[in-house]
């Protein structure tokens, strides 16, 4: 069977990032974690990780000063209650996190990520909603 698995590339910090996520998203773990033995990627640096999140598979490693995100990729969580949502936009934002407009924010390693309630998605997707982008007007 085909898969499809996202990887981060951070430029220093994978494990950190790591830690910090499977802290933040429930039912999530690091599977393993690879170490630079030294050459391109410092010696303990993070040459592989695989982890998931909510249960889906990831991968990631320490690339480098020359790897950096953009806000053309970004991580959702999709929270249930406000109280979720406000607690994983809190821990995912300090320590030098950006806050953004409209349920984005920038972690402090980078990572793009949306913070949104679930029913927001249900909202926009309900033909009575009209025109979705007064649903986030509202």
């Known amino acids: ?3 499809v698995t996202p ?3 951070f430029k220093d910090g994978a494990e950190d990032a790591l830690k910090l996520y499977v802290s933040v ?3 999530s773990k690091i599977v393993n974690i690879m170490r630079s ?3 391109p990627i410092a010696k303990g640096k993070v040459l592989h990780a695989t982890f998931e999140l909510d249960g889906r598979e990831f991968t990631a490693m320490d690339g480098g000063p020359s790897f950096s995100f953009t806000e053309g990729f970004s991580l959702v969580a999709t929270c ?3 109280q979720e949502l406000d ?3 809190r821990r995912l934002s300090e320590d030098g996190g950006e806050e953004g407009p409209c349920g984005w924010l920038k972690d402090r390693f980078g ?3 949306q913070v949104l309630p679930r029913a927001l998605g249900e909202m926009m997707g309900d033909p009575r909603s009209g025109n979705p982008g ?3 007007e509202a």
Do not use: C, H, P, Y
């Open 1 to 3: 069977m085909q898969t």
């Open 7 to 9: 990887s981060l590339t």
């Open 25 to 27: 998203i429930r039912n």
């Open 37 to 39: 033995e030294g050459g």
């Open 80 to 82: 249930e209650t406000q």
């Open 87 to 89: 607690e994983i936009w």
């Open 111 to 113: 990572v793009s990520w």
């Open 134 to 136: 007064k649903v986030m």
